[in-house]
T-cell receptor
Framework: AQSVAQPEDQVNVAEGNPLTVKCTYSVSGNPYLFWYVQYPNRGLQFLLKYITGDNLVKGSYGFEAEFNKSQTSFHLKKPSALVSDSALYFC??????????????FGQGTTLQVKP | DTAVSQTPKYLVTQMGNDKSIKCEQN?????MYWYKQDSKKFLKIMFS???????INETVPNRFSPKSPDKAHLNLHINSLELGDSAVYFC????????????FGQGTRLTVV
């Protein structure tokens, strides 16, 4: 069964410092991996995805993520955090195998708090 | 020029009532979804439609009935509302291509009292 784990409920970082939000996954086939951000009372906004190719994926708002197949991880990173990055972040996976039905399996979410 | 739009944004209703949430996408996508976000922020798929055909039904009570009149619309009708149905419901759409990201609406916050 597919699953996604975000081991940290909350990540606190000072503005200007690098940030990492962790995600590990479990799928039967090749994974399609996604990061979304949710601001309060808003919908989910797509940040970036890994399908194939370069393990370092760049996305919106200066975010990037590193795919690590051996560790089954897809951690979200940003070199310099902004207060405006404070939000709820979701990692999601879609099984890229023949049984792909298109649905996303989400992690439980990580609240990022960036302090001035 | 909203890509995925849902109405209403807020819905407060009494137990036992029947209510509908509407969703429309103008992205030309073939696949649409309903997700539920509970009070702990967990997100879970409810339904998926592809070209008006039901693809996914994730053991949702049959009080929930999605309807897709065309591939740009996916509505959610809920009968006999219960307190436990209180949640935020998100509509989403994507291309029918492996690896395509989903685009989400702003959500409908349903409160059953």
């Amino acid at each position: 069964a597919q699953s996604v784990a975000q081991p940290e409920d909350q990540v606190n970082v000072a503005e200007g410092n690098p940030l990492t939000v962790k995600c590990t996954y479990s799928v039967s086939g090749n994974p399609y991996l996604f990061w979304y951000v949710q601001y309060p009372n808003r919908g989910l906004q797509f940040l970036l995805k890994y399908i194939t190719g370069d393990n370092l994926v760049k996305g919106s708002y200066g975010f990037e993520a590193e795919f690590n197949k051996s560790q089954t991880s897809f951690h979200l990173k940003k070199p310099s955090a902004l207060v405006s990055d404070s939000a709820l972040y979701f990692c999601a996976v879609r099984d890229g195998g023949s049984g792909n039905t298109g649905k996303l399996i989400f992690g439980q979410g990580t609240t990022l708090q960036v302090k001035p | 020029d909203t890509a995925v739009s849902q109405t209403p944004k807020y819905l407060v209703t009494q137990m036992g009532n029947d209510k509908s949430i509407k969703c429309e996408q103008n992205l030309g996508h073939d696949t649409m979804y309903w997700y539920k976000q509970d009070s702990k922020k967990f997100l879970k798929i409810m339904f998926s439609y592809n070209n008006k055909e039901l693809i996914i039904n994730e053991t949702v009570p049959n009080r929930f009935s999605p309807k897709s009149p065309d591939k740009a619309h996916l509505n959610l009708h809920i009968n006999s509302l219960e307190l436990g149905d209180s949640a935020v419901y998100f509509c989403a759409s994507s291309q029918e291509v492996r690896g395509a990201e989903a685009f989400f609406g702003q959500g409908t916050r349903l409160t059953v009292v």
